[in-house]
C-alpha cells in the first residue's frame, strides 16, 4: 500500500501548490484590474467581481435558448419539432403544448368530412416558367433559401447537396455562386469530361490513402490524399469522386460546347442566385459576364436575383475571416478581405431596367429568372405589378417568379438598425403582392416563393393558403443539419460556430459529419412533406393548388375572429 501513501502525498503537494497559483493569479488579477487596466470604470470599482458581468453576458445568448421561453419563434414546440423531425423519430406530443401560443394567429379550418392521408395527392410538384424552353419542375413546395458557400461551411454545403439530391429538395446557391462543394455529388462521366479539370492519383498519394484508411477512417484517408495532390489553399474547390478515385473541378475556361446538355441526373434542383456583386458571373472588371452564366446554367434549373432579402436590404456582408482561397476562387475577389456587396444591383437603377435584365437571363439561359424583395409599401409593388401587366400586354418578357421575403431578421450578417425596422411580415406581404397580382390578371404567369419564421407543416400550409406557391425555408434547415442557435455565423465577432456548420475555421469544420447531417436534413425535408399532407387530410384538400386563404382563420390578440381573411386585411391596410 506504499504506492496508495505516495500518490496521496503527490495530490495533497498539488492541491496545496495549486491553491496557492490560484491566489497568487488573483491577488495579480485584482492589481492589474485596479491599478493597470484603464479601458472598464467597472473593473477599477470592482476588481475581479466586476469581471462575473462579463463572463454572464458572454453566456446569456448561448444558454438562452435553454432556460427561457422561446421568443422569436411561435413556441419552442416547433423548434423541437425541426429537430426531431431531422433525427425521423415519432414527432407526437403528449398532453399538451409546453409553451401555448399566445397573441395574433391564423387557424387553419379543418373539413366536416376528413380525408385519410392516401387520399392526399403525392404529387407536390411545382412548375415554374411554363413558357419557358425548360421550364423548372420541382419535385417539392418546399425550398432550402438562399444561403452561401463561404456563409457555410463546405462541408455544410456539401450536406445540402446530398439531402437535396436525396429528397428532391430544390436548393438555393445563395449569392455566394455555384461552387464545387454545391456539385459535391457530380460523377466523372469519360465520355464528356472536357468541361472539367482532373488530377490524376500518384503511387506516393495512393499509399498514404490506403494507410490512413486501414488505420484510422476514409475521412482521414481523404484528407491525407487531398494534402499530396492539391494546393493546400485550394483544396475545397475540387471533389472526390468516390467511384473513379479522382480529384476534379470544373474548368470555367473550357468552350461552352464542352458542357452538359443538360442538368447531370446526380445533381440536385438548384436556384442560382445573382446578387449585386456579381459573384460567379462578373468578368475580371467587375461586369457581367454573359458566357460564365451561361455555362452556371448548365448546372442549375432557375434563376434569382437578390434584391433584397429579410434585414439585409444593403449588399450581401462576408467577414475577411470567411474569405478563404477557395471563396476568393468562387467569387472573384481577394482573399482574406472583407466583402461588402454595393446595396443596389448593378442592373437595377430602375424597375425597367432590373425586368429588361430578367428577360437578358431569360434568352441566355431559357430558363425560369425571378427576383428576390422585401415589401414594406403596398404602393411601391403595385407600381411594380403595373409594369409587369404592361410588358405582358406588349408581348414581352416578366419574371417567372417572384421571392418575397419577410423582415423579420434571419440573416447571418446584417445591420442591427435594419432588422425588424424595415419590411413587413410573410404573411402582410403575401396578401399584398398575392392580391395585386390578382388585380392585374398576371398571377398565372408569376408564381410566388415566400419565406421567413417557416419551421413546421402547419406554417407551411398556411404559407401556401395565404397566396404562396411554393415556401423558402433557412433557419429550420439549418437546425436540421445541426445548427444550435449559438448566433455566432458572422465570422466578425471573436467566436466562430461551434458546430462548424457556419464558419471556415478549420478545426470546427473537421467535426462536421457530411454524410449524417445530410441525412438528417433529408429527413426534415420528407417528414415537413409528410406531415403537410397530413394537415391537408384534415382539412379535406387533396391537392396543394386547392389551398387558399377561405381555408384560414384569423385570431387576434384581443380574441377577435375573422373568418374571412379578405376581411381582416382589407381593414387592416385600409384598402
Avoid at 458546430?499 to 415537413?528: C, E, F
Wanted: charged share 25%; with cysteine; hydrophobic share 40%.
Amino acid at each position: 500500500m506504499e504506492w496508495v501513501h505516495g500518490l496521496w502525498h503527490f495530490l495533497d503537494e498539488f492541491v496545496e501548490y495549486f491553491a496557492v497559483l490560484i491566489i497568487i493569479a488573483v491577488i495579480a488579477l485584482y492589481i492589474y484590474d485596479r491599478y493597470v487596466q484603464r479601458q472598464h470604470a467597472l473593473l477599477v470599482n470592482y476588481p475581479i467581481i466586476g469581471r462575473f458581468r462579463y463572463f454572464f453576458e458572454a453566456l446569456r445568448e448561448p444558454l438562452r435558448q435553454y432556460f427561457a421561453e422561446e421568443s422569436f419563434y411561435d413556441s419552442k414546440d416547433k423548434v423541437d419539432w425541426v429537430y426531431t423531425a431531422a433525427k425521423n423519430k415519432p414527432n407526437y406530443q403528449s398532453f399538451s403544448v409546453s409553451q401555448p401560443f399566445s397573441g395574433s394567429r391564423f387557424i387553419l379550418k379543418h373539413a366536416t368530412s376528413v380525408l385519410n392521408d392516401e387520399e392526399v395527392d403525392q404529387n407536390m410538384q411545382v412548375v415554374f416558367g411554363k413558357n419557358r424552353k425548360y421550364p423548372f419542375v420541382s419535385q417539392t413546395p418546399i425550398i432550402r433559401s438562399a444561403m452561401s458557400d463561404g456563409a457555410l461551411s463546405p462541408e455544410a454545403v456539401r450536406a445540402f447537396s446530398l439531402a437535396g439530391r436525396d429528397s428532391n429538395l430544390t436548393i438555393n446557391t445563395g449569392e455566394g455562386s455555384l461552387t464545387s462543394n454545391h456539385l459535391f455529388t457530380l460523377k466523372i462521366d469519360p465520355n464528356n469530361s472536357k468541361y472539367l479539370e482532373v488530377v490524376k492519383s500518384t503511387p506516393f498519394a495512393e499509399l498514404a490513402f490506403k494507410i490512413g484508411d486501414f488505420f484510422f477512417n476514409k475521412k482521414v484517408a481523404l484528407k491525407w490524399y487531398r494534402d499530396i495532390l492539391l494546393n493546400e489553399k485550394t483544396q475545397n474547390t475540387y471533389i472526390y469522386d468516390t467511384s473513379s478515385h479522382l480529384l476534379f473541378r470544373v474548368n470555367w475556361e473550357a468552350a461552352i460546347e464542352y458542357f452538359p446538355k443538360e442538368v447531370p441526373k446526380e445533381l440536385p434542383d438548384m436556384i442560382f442566385q445573382i446578387s449585386s456583386g456579381l459573384y460567379g458571373v462578373r468578368d475580371k472588371n467587375g461586369n457581367f459576364d454573359k458566357e460564365k452564366y451561361k455555362k452556371i446554367m448548365k448546372f442549375c434549373k432557375m434563376t434569382e436575383i437578390k434584391i433584397a432579402q429579410g434585414a439585409k436590404q444593403t449588399g450581401g456582408k462576408l467577414a475577411g475571416s470567411k474569405v478563404t482561397a477557395d471563396i476568393a476562387y468562387y467569387r472573384g475577389v481577394e482573399e482574406g478581405k472583407d466583402i461588402i456587396s454595393p446595396n443596389r444591383f448593378p442592373y437595377a437603377d430602375t424597375i425597367e431596367d432590373l425586368l429588361n435584365f430578367i428577360e437578358k437571363l431569360q434568352r441566355l439561359s431559357e430558363k425560369p429568372v425571378g427576383f428576390k424583395i422585401v415589401i414594406s409599401d403596398i404602393a411601391s409593388v403595385e407600381t411594380l405589378v403595373q409594369k409587369l401587366a404592361k410588358r405582358k400586354n406588349y408581348g414581352e418578357f416578366i419574371p417567372d417568379f417572384i421571392t418575397v421575403d419577410s423582415g423579420e431578421g434571419g440573416s447571418a450578417t446584417a445591420p442591427l438598425e435594419l432588422m425588424e425596422s424595415v419590411g413587413l411580415t410573410t404573411n402582410n406581404s403575401l396578401y399584398i403582392l398575392d392580391m395585386l397580382l390578382k388585380k392585374y390578371n398576371i398571377r398565372e404567369d408569376v408564381k410566388i416563393i415566400a419565406s421567413g419564421k417557416i419551421l413546421t407543416p402547419d406554417d407551411a400550409v398556411i404559407t401556401l393558403c395565404m397566396g404562396a406557391d411554393a415556401v423558402g425555408i433557412a433557419r429550420a434547415f439549418m437546425m436540421s443539419g445541426g445548427c444550435i442557435r449559438a448566433k455566432m455565423c458572422s465570422g466578425f465577432g471573436t467566436h466562430v460556430c461551434p458546430v462548424g456548420m457556419a464558419t471556415q475555421d478549420p478545426k470546427k469544420r473537421a467535426s462536421y459529419l457530411v454524410i449524417k447531417k445530410g441525412i438528417q436534413i433529408g429527413h426534415y425535408h420528407k417528414n415537413l412533406l409528410k406531415s403537410m399532407k397530413t394537415v391537408m387530410a384534415v382539412m379535406g384538400i387533396k391537392s396543394i393548388k386547392d389551398l387558399n386563404k377561405s381555408l384560414l382563420t384569423y385570431k387576434n390578440r384581443s380574441g377577435e375572429i375573422y373568418f374571412d381573411i379578405d376581411k381582416y386585411f382589407q381593414q387592416k391596410f385600409k384598402i
